[in-house]
T-cell receptor, first 113, second 112 residues
Framework: SQELEQSPQSLIVQEGKNLTINCTSSKTLYGLYWYKQKYGEGLIFLMMLQKGGEEKSHEKITAKLDEKKQQSSLHITASQPSHAGIYLCGADPSFSGNEKLTFGTGTRLTIIP | NAGVTQTPKFQVLKTGQSMTLQCAQDMNHEYMSWYRQDPGMGLRLIHYSVGAGITDQGEVPNGYNVSRSTTEDFPLRLLSAAPSQTSVYFC???????????FGQGTRLTVV
């Protein structure tokens, strides 16, 4: 089965600073998803990456999928209190075969004013 | 457009009791899944379905049953609740592979 490792597990950042969260897969990624979860709430979709080298941005959040399609990074520029929460990466396991969408262990982000 | 609706939001069960967590979606999505979220564990896949009448096991299926008689509904059954099943449960749906998954607001279950 595909395993997704996220690092760091938790992150405390001063407001205004930049930060990066990584997601590493044991297998080739054919669809990589980033979600955000506010404490005690459901998951909010941020973006999806499929092609090696692909980069997408939404407001101050940028996600990249490396050329070998086994690692993705999520970068937040000039962090704000609204960025606090749990960030989860998810992946479709293979080009064909089963359709399990699995997730990493999550990164808990705290923003200090 | 309600999206994915989970009921109940909170539930306390005694060990050995049974119950069903309900999940309904109104987006005509073929794929539906159940996850549990424990502290420090991210989301773990329990069961999933790729269409009415088709279900399969995920990473942690033991102690849970599912069925999918309609496209809209995907209930999760706990036959004999155990304290280890204390968790937050999320239901998700999506149109197909390589598409965004939509999540419900979660059910917080405590087994005492």
């Amino acid at each position: 089965s595909q395993e997704l490792e996220q690092s760091p597990q938790s992150l405390i950042v001063q407001e205004g600073k930049n930060l990066t969260i990584n997601c590493t897969s044991s297998k080739t990624l054919y669809g990589l998803y980033w979600y955000k979860q506010k404490y005690g709430e459901g998951l909010i979709f941020l973006m999806m990456l499929q092609k090696g080298g692909e980069e997408k941005s939404h407001e101050k959040i940028t996600a990249k999928l490396d050329e070998k399609k086994q690692q993705s990074s999520l970068h937040i520029t000039a962090s704000q209190p609204s960025h606090a929460g749990i960030y989860l990466c998810g992946a479709d396991p293979s080009f064909s075969g089963n359709e399990k969408l699995t997730f990493g262990t999550g990164t808990r982000l705290t923003i200090i004013p | 457009n309600a999206g994915v609706t989970q009921t109940p939001k909170f539930q306390v069960l005694k060990t050995g009791q049974s119950m069903t967590l309900q999940c309904a979606q109104d987006m005509n999505h073929e794929y539906m899944s159940w996850y549990r979220q424990d502290p420090g564990m991210g989301l773990r896949l329990i069961h999933y379905s790729v269409g009415a009448g088709i279900t399969d096991q995920g990473e942690v299926p033991n102690g849970y049953n599912v069925s999918r008689s309609t496209t809209e509904d995907f209930p999760l059954r706990l036959l004999s609740a155990a304290p280890s099943q204390t968790s937050v449960y999320f239901c998700a749906s999506r149109p197909g592979r390589w598409t965004e998954a939509f999540f419900g607001q979660g059910t917080r279950l405590t087994v005492v």
